[in-house]
Nanobody, 124 residues
Framework: VQLQASGGGSVQPGDSLRLSCAAS????????VAWFRQAPGKEREGVSV????????YYSDSVKGRFTVSRDNAKNTAYLQMNNLKADDTAVYYC??????????????????WGKGTLVTVSS
């Protein structure tokens, strides 16, 4: 399975961006899909976890109410809609997939396929 994350860029505080995670080699809807991010000098942290298509979605407290995940099964693509971006959201964002029944969903070690990161910079 290959994942391709895209959509990052440089924006100002309060702006929006939508990241995409396109999958090839397998059907994304069968997996747990997560978004992680890693800011300079910080550890990778989970942003959202979406259980396989039709399942629940979870968000970290830092993005809850601002970020929304979705999937387009026809395009085999997951999205992370990011609104009201803040400087603290500056990071490289990664999408990852794991088992549909994985536990410890915020543990990056539970995910076995990762896309290359896409950089999001929020600055005035």
């Amino acid at each position: 399975v290959q994942l391709q994350a895209s959509g990052g860029g440089s924006v100002q505080p309060g702006d929006s961006l939508r990241l995409s995670c396109a999958a090839s080699g397998s059907t994304l809807s069968s997996y747990t899909v997560a978004w992680f991010r890693q800011a300079p000098g910080k550890e990778r942290e989970g942003v959202s976890v979406s259980r396989r298509s039709g399942g629940r979605t979870y968000y970290s407290d830092s993005v809850k109410g601002r970020f929304t995940v979705s999937r387009d099964n026809a395009k085999n693509t997951a999205y992370l809609q990011m609104n009201n971006l803040k400087a603290d959201d500056t990071a490289v964002y990664y999408c990852a997939i794991g088992s549909p029944i994985l536990s410890a969903q915020w543990d990056s070690g539970m995910y076995y396929h990762w896309g290359k990161g896409t950089l999001v910079t929020v600055s005035s």
